[in-house]
């Protein structure tokens, strides 16, 4: 059936939903409460004895002087702070409550909760006891939520106990409403709220107000009543309407416009990953998510619940902030950042949530975590949605932020509030597009299914057909992929649909630092199915999405001998060709990486560029040997014995004693550096026989001494065997120069201007670091000569072995 909205905007239609989804409300409350007799109610404190009601003065400086301070949540940690929390605590298991009357009691009261707290039919409630909890004159507990313990958790239930004090209410809020409940001399009062909802207990200001706190649990199998009539029927019809319309394409897809893939409605209220669950929703986001389920069914949509993790930066009017300091200079309110809190029996406290007045929203993303299917299962999924795809009834404003940010006025930016919410959500996708909206969230899914479908008996073409629908959008999701498995499923798919152009856009998004030894055994069908210059194509587009660092790609190439072998055993000359290549490949890579370290200053500074390097040097040396390539191998020890200037003895002899290290007796016929070790020995010999420095020549060598006459000057003063000091005259730019030129060099040399006359001066000064050097470098080149001599072949097997 034609439908009149098919073009009108995506937004268009989602404000509909969401104007439909909140015409969608349930009879119930955020909070309730309820009060009874005490009579035939008895409890007893350990240490303490059986309590009498109304409760006496004496009889609670009892509890207290049994009890403990009470501590407060703040994300993983508990913590004791007055200022946030002042009270005194009895932990529950000191606490007994005589059963038979207690459920004469709370059994009527509970039932009549949960039809007050709207929920759903076929659902029971259940208190469990947590602390028996005293406030005396002046103490309180600030705003706060309160953690889901169990997965059964939904809300807390407080029974304020008879006595006589004022002040002291308990202030629920949710959806910018606020209850407030006060205890009945007398009487038991019974106040239940939704774990998410914040509460703080008001100063009590005269007596003292006792209570026992419980969680609520629920229990049984929820019945939501699935809304009928108009305004199912108009939901269902802007649900359609909505995914039939196109808007833009996200970032990183084409330009063009595209059906929404999804439809994200955000919950009223919070839940943990623990608490996450079809039947056990709150209120109206339970009646909802029945209508949603009611439409999917219609509309043959798959429908899932998760987590959603909002982040939203806002221009903000003013920078006076008094919530307390975050890291990094930042300013922050911390909230229950762990969905899997440890079970700590301690609330969720927030110290203060003042700050800067919010002007326009700038930005605004959202990514989906934690997804369970309609049956409740967990399923494999992360996304991040556009904002063009989520409705809510309720904004996220009404939330606590579980973290915050803000930037000050920088002159022409900032003074912006970045805040980030947790909460939940209903997400549907029409069942047609599954594939392809399942394959974006979760590229290694997409891979495993199409997998599936290429081994089944004549699925190959189906699997094709299906691959294809992923082209659009696939260099866009791919990379992203973190799965372990997924470079080598996806050169096995590539070789399954027997497609060069899919293979090609299947496996071109994949970096080359994932090519593992084990991945490396499908590379050779690949060779041999595509040929040799499509892996070539395909493994360079590999090696310039680096996902790695210097450090990252160094460590890989250690391991870049195994990956050659395995390619190796391949029989196919393509696969040996394409094994040759990838060494070569990468040889240039790491070829200018060590010319750029080589050129470092000072020497040392280049010293540990190339020692970094010395790993993969051999990893690249060893593979010359795999792949026999003679030439490579040739190039490489020639760079490796050339004089200082290109490549220092010290690094030559830290890759020696680094093949000695990982080689052992293997080391020669491995990495073939015996000319290596030939050239290092005879320099360090040669060095050994220049005479020691006397004691009265302060001649300093300036290395790479640039051509203009300041280190013209500069040159002569070093090389100057009897000058210690120079006082030069000398201009700030000029000054600047020497500068960077001694610290650059590392040369043992002050230089200090004194600032009199004019131009200042600037006082250069050789220091006896000149000699310590000298002689701790002579003793270096002593240890590594002998090293060198001691771990020599003998003669007549020093010559390089021929490769295999």
Same mark, same amino acid.
């Given at each position: 059936?034609? /439908?009149p909205?098919?073009e009108a905007?995506?937004?268009?239609?989602?404000?509909?939903?969401? &104007?439909?989804?909140?015409?969608?409300?349930?009879?119930?409350?955020f909070?309730?409460?309820?009060?009874?007799?005490?009579?035939?109610?008895?409890?007893?404190?350990?240490?303490?004895?059986?309590?009498?009601?109304?409760?006496?003065?004496a009889?609670?400086?009892?509890?207290i002087?049994?009890?403990?301070?009470?501590?407060?949540?703040?994300?993983?940690?508990?913590r004791?702070?007055?200022?946030?929390?002042?009270?005194?605590?009895?932990?529950?298991r000191?606490?007994?409550?005589?059963?038979?009357?207690?459920?004469?009691?709370?059994?009527?009261?509970?039932?009549?909760?949960?039809h007050d707290?709207?929920?759903?039919?076929?659902?029971?409630?259940?208190?469990?006891?947590h602390n028996?909890?005293?406030?005396?004159p002046?103490?309180?507990?600030?705003?706060?939520?309160d953690s &889901?313990?169990? /997965?059964?958790?939904?809300g #807390?239930l407080?029974?304020?106990?008879?006595?006589t004090?004022? $002040?002291?209410?308990l202030?629920?809020?949710?959806?910018?409403?606020k209850?407030?409940?006060?205890g009945v001399?007398?009487k038991?009062?019974f106040?239940?709220?939704?774990?998410?909802?914040?509460?703080?207990?008001?100063?009590?200001?005269?007596?003292?107000r006792?209570?026992? #706190?419980?969680?609520?649990?629920?229990?049984?199998?929820?019945?939501?009543?699935?809304?009928?009539?108009?305004?199912?029927?108009?939901?269902?019809?802007?649900v /359609?309407?909505?995914?039939?319309?196109?808007r833009?394409?996200?970032?990183?897809?084409?330009?063009?416009?595209?059906?929404p893939d999804?439809?994200v409605?955000?919950?009223?209220?919070?839940?943990?990953?623990?608490?996450?669950?079809w039947?056990r929703?709150?209120?109206?986001d339970?009646?909802?998510?029945?209508?949603l389920?009611?439409?999917?069914?219609?509309?043959?949509?798959?429908i899932?619940?998760?987590?959603?993790?909002?982040?939203?930066?806002?221009?903000?009017e003013d920078?006076?902030?008094?919530?307390?300091? $975050?890291?990094?200079?930042?300013?922050?309110?911390?909230?229950?950042e762990?969905?899997?809190?440890s079970?700590?029996?301690?609330?969720?406290?927030?110290?203060n949530?003042?700050g800067?007045?919010?002007?326009?929203?700038i930005?605004?993303?959202?990514?989906?975590r934690y997804?369970?299917?309609a049956?409740?299962?967990p399923m494999?999924?992360?996304?991040?949605?556009?904002?063009?795809?989520?409705?809510?009834?309720?904004?996220s404003?009404? !939330?606590?932020?579980?973290a915050s940010?803000h930037?000050?006025?920088m002159? /022409?930016?900032?003074? #912006?509030?970045d805040?980030?919410?947790?909460?939940a959500?209903?997400v549907?996708?029409?069942?047609?597009?599954?594939f392809?909206?399942?394959?974006?969230?979760?590229?290694?899914?997409a891979v495993?299914?199409?997998?599936?479908t290429?081994?089944?008996?004549?699925?190959r073409?189906? @699997?094709?057909?299906?691959?294809r629908?992923?082209e659009?959008?696939w260099?866009?999701v791919?990379?992203?992929? #973190?799965?372990?498995?997924?470079?080598?499923?996806?050169?096995?798919?590539a070789?399954?649909?027997?497609?060069?152009?899919?293979?090609?856009f299947?496996?071109?998004p994949?970096?080359?630092?994932?090519l593992?030894?084990?991945?490396?055994?499908?590379?050779p069908?690949?060779?041999?199915?595509? $040929?040799?210059?499509?892996?070539?194509?395909?493994? $360079?587009?590999?090696?310039d999405r680096?996902?790695?660092?210097q450090?990252?790609?160094?460590?890989?190439?250690?391991?870049l001998?195994?990956?050659?072998r395995?390619?190796?055993?391949? @029989?196919?000359?393509?696969?040996?060709?394409?094994a040759?290549w990838?060494?070569?490949?990468?040889w240039?890579?790491?070829s200018?990486?060590?010319?750029?370290?080589?050129?470092?200053?000072?020497?040392?500074?280049a010293?540990?560029?190339?020692v970094?390097?010395?790993?993969?040097c051999l990893?690249?040396?060893?593979c010359?040997?795999?792949?026999r390539?003679?030439?490579?191998?040739?190039?490489?020890?020639?760079?490796?014995?050339?004089?200082?200037?290109? !490549?220092?003895?010290e690094?030559?002899?830290?890759?020696?004693?680094l093949a000695?290290?990982?080689?052992?007796?293997? &080391?020669?016929?491995?990495f073939?550096?015996?000319a290596?070790h030939?050239?290092?020995?005879?320099?360090l010999a040669?060095?050994?026989?220049?005479?020691m420095?006397?004691?009265?020549?302060?001649?300093?060598?300036?290395?790479?001494?640039?051509?203009?006459?300041?280190?013209?000057?500069l040159g002569?003063?070093?090389?100057?065997?009897?000058?210690?000091?120079?006082?030069?005259?000398l201009?700030?730019?000029?000054?600047?120069h020497?500068h960077?030129?001694?610290?650059?060099?590392?040369?043992?040399?002050?230089?200090?201007?004194?600032?009199?006359?004019?131009?200042?001066?600037?006082?250069?000064r050789?220091?006896?670091?000149?000699?310590?050097r000298?002689?701790?470098?002579?003793?270096?080149?002593?240890?590594?000569?002998?090293?060198?001599?001691?771990?020599s072949?003998?003669r007549?097997?020093?010559?390089a072995r021929e490769?295999?």
């Open positions: 059936m034609e /439908n909205l098919r905007p995506a937004g268009t239609h989602l404000s509909r939903i969401a &104007e439909r989804l909140a015409a969608i409300d349930v009879p119930g409350a909070a309730t409460s309820v009060t009874r007799s005490s009579a035939g109610f008895r409890i007893s404190v350990k240490e303490v004895g059986p309590l009498a009601w109304p409760l006496r003065r009889d609670v400086q009892r509890l002087a049994v009890a403990r301070p009470a501590r407060y949540g703040l994300r993983d940690e508990t004791l702070d007055p200022r946030v929390r002042d009270a005194w605590e009895i932990p529950a000191r606490v007994v409550v005589e059963e038979e009357p207690w459920q004469r009691i709370i059994d009527p009261v509970l039932t009549d909760f949960r707290l709207g929920l759903s039919e076929g659902v029971r409630l259940r208190a469990a006891l028996l909890l005293v406030y005396q002046g103490q309180f507990f600030r705003a706060h939520q &889901e313990k169990t /997965n059964e958790m939904v #807390t407080a029974v304020i106990l008879p006595s004090f004022t $002040g002291g209410a202030v629920v809020e949710h959806d910018r409403q209850r407030a409940f006060r001399s007398g038991l009062t106040v239940a709220f939704y774990a998410d909802c914040y509460h703080q207990v008001q100063p009590v200001k005269t007596g003292y006792v209570a026992l #706190t419980y969680n609520l649990m629920l229990e049984g199998a929820a019945r939501s009543a699935v809304p009928v009539g108009a305004g199912l029927e108009a939901l269902a019809t802007s /359609n309407a909505y995914f039939q319309s196109s833009p394409s996200g970032v990183g897809f084409p330009e063009k416009r595209d059906l999804r439809l409605y955000l919950l009223d209220h919070q839940y943990t990953r623990r608490a996450l669950g039947d929703l709150k209120r109206a339970a009646a909802r998510a029945a209508a389920r009611e439409i999917a069914t219609r509309l043959d949509c798959e899932a619940l998760a987590l959603a993790d909002v982040h939203e930066q806002w221009s903000s920078e006076e902030l008094s919530y307390h300091e $975050g890291c990094g200079g930042h300013r922050q309110w911390d909230g229950d762990d969905d899997d809190a079970g700590s029996d301690d609330d969720d406290a927030f110290e949530n003042d800067p007045t919010l002007v326009d929203l930005d605004s993303d959202l990514e989906l997804w369970l299917d049956d409740g299962r494999k999924s992360e996304a991040h949605v556009p904002m063009a795809e989520v409705c809510c009834t309720r904004d404003t009404d !939330f606590q932020p579980f940010e930037e000050g006025y002159g /022409n930016w900032g003074n #912006t509030v805040r980030w919410y947790h909460r959500a209903v549907l996708w029409p069942r047609s597009r599954s392809v909206i399942r394959a974006k969230m979760v590229p290694s899914w495993g299914e199409l997998l599936k290429a081994a089944r008996r004549g699925g073409d189906e @699997a094709r057909e299906r691959a629908t992923l659009p959008f260099s866009a791919a990379w992203q992929e #973190t799965s372990p498995t997924f470079f080598e499923r996806s050169l096995k798919l070789a399954a649909l027997s497609d060069s152009v899919l293979a090609a299947l496996v071109e994949l970096a080359l630092e994932s593992s030894p084990k991945a490396a055994r499908l590379v069908p690949l060779v041999d199915a595509y $040929g040799f210059e499509w892996a070539t194509d395909m493994a $360079g587009r590999w090696r680096r996902t790695m660092d450090a990252g790609r160094g460590a890989w190439l250690v391991h001998p195994a990956v050659c395995v390619i190796r055993t391949h @029989a196919s000359s393509d696969a040996t060709r394409f040759g990838l060494v070569r490949d990468q240039m890579w790491l200018a990486e060590l010319r750029a370290a080589i050129a470092l200053t000072p020497p040392a500074t010293l540990d560029g190339l970094r390097f010395s790993p993969a990893g690249i040396l060893e010359s040997r795999v792949v390539d003679e030439d490579l191998h040739r190039e490489m020890v020639t760079l490796l014995t050339s004089d200082d200037a290109a !490549f220092p003895v690094a030559g002899v830290y890759l020696l004693r000695r290290q990982e080689g052992g007796r293997d &080391e020669p016929s491995r073939g550096l015996q290596v030939a050239h290092c020995e005879s320099v040669a060095r050994m026989q220049i005479p420095r006397e004691r009265g020549n302060w001649s300093i060598a300036l290395p790479g001494r640039c051509r203009c006459p300041l280190c013209w000057m002569e003063f070093l090389a100057a065997t009897d000058r210690i000091q120079f006082d030069w005259p201009a700030k730019d000029g000054r600047s020497v960077r030129v001694i610290d650059a060099h590392a040369l043992p040399v002050t230089h200090v201007t004194r600032r009199s006359g004019r131009p200042f001066t600037l006082v250069l050789k220091t006896e670091a000149l000699f310590e000298e002689a701790e470098q002579r003793r270096t080149w002593q240890r590594d000569l002998a090293w060198l001599r001691r771990t072949r003998p007549g097997a020093t010559g490769l295999r």
